[in-house]
T-cell receptor, first 112, second 115 residues
Framework: GNSVTQMEGPVTLSEEAFLTINCTYT??????LFWYVQYPGEGLQLLLK?????DKGSNKGFEATYRKETTSFHLEKGSVQVSDSAVYFC???????????FGTGTSLTVIP | SAVISQKPSRDICQRGTSLTIQCQVD?????MFWYRQQPGQSLTLIAT?????????ESGFVIDKFPISRPNLTFSTLTVSNMSPEDSSIYLC????????????FGEGSRLTVL
């Protein structure tokens, strides 16, 4: 079947620290992979995506590389800011039916 | 991308009442998706709404509890019927983006609190 396993939170970091949020997946076929961010009191926003193996998605200093050999799509940022405090969701979609599968979300708090 | 507007953004409701959430998209789309996000949880797909046909509900969700309308290609409503405190959640409308990558775009959500 299709599923996403995401690193459990909450995660608390100091400003300018390095961030990694782990995400692994199982999928039938060749999924597209996504990271969404949900700021407090808001809906989900697409942060970045990758549609095939070895693709790197990037946005706002965040990066994630589609690793087929390890079935992973870990989110990284070199230097987090207080404004990055949010919940981050890893997700995949499979082309058949375009169904989406979301991870459980990882809450990040960045302290000054 | 797609711009999605949802109303209401939040509401406090009494047990036993019903509330209808509206979702307006700035472009014509074939499918619209309704998700529920319970407090501290991930997203659960409630149903897929196609214009001109009945919505398709996921396991655990029924039309009597969550009736959906889809009168045209840019608009949908979700009603949460006979609410109980367990229905307190964020309800999110979403649509696919254009092209083959098929990312989902979300409205800002409707945060319901049932007392």
């Amino acid at each position: 079947g299709n599923s996403v396993t995401q690193m459990e939170g909450p995660v608390t970091l100091s400003e300018e620290a390095f961030l990694t949020i782990n995400c692994t997946y199982t999928a039938t076929g060749y999924p597209s992979l996504f990271w969404y961010v949900q700021y407090p009191g808001e809906g989900l926003q697409l942060l970045l995506k990758a549609t095939k193996a070895d693709d790197k998605g990037s946005n706002k200093g965040f990066e994630a590389t589609y690793r087929k050999e390890t079935t992973s799509f870990h989110l990284e940022k070199g230097s987090v800011q207080v404004s990055d405090s949010a919940v981050y969701f890893c997700a995949l979609s499979v082309r058949t039916g375009n169904q989406f599968y979301f991870g459980t979300g990882t809450s990040l708090t960045v302290i000054p | 991308s797609a711009v999605i507007s949802q109303k209401p953004s939040r509401d406090i409701c009494q047990r036993g009442t019903s509330l209808t959430i509206q979702c307006q998209v700035d472009s014509q789309v074939t499918m619209m998706f309704w998700y529920r996000q319970q407090p501290g949880q991930s997203l659960t797909l409630i149903a897929t709404a196609n214009q001109g046909s009945e919505a398709t509900y996921e396991s655990g969700f029924v039309i009597d509890k969550f009736p959906i309308s889809r009168p045209n290609l840019t608009f949908s409503t979700l009603t949460v019927s006979n609410m109980s405190p367990e229905d307190s959640s964020i309800y999110l409308c979403s649509v696919h983006g254009q092209g083959n990558t098929g990312e989902l775009f979300f409205g800002e959500g409707s945060r319901l609190t049932v007392l």
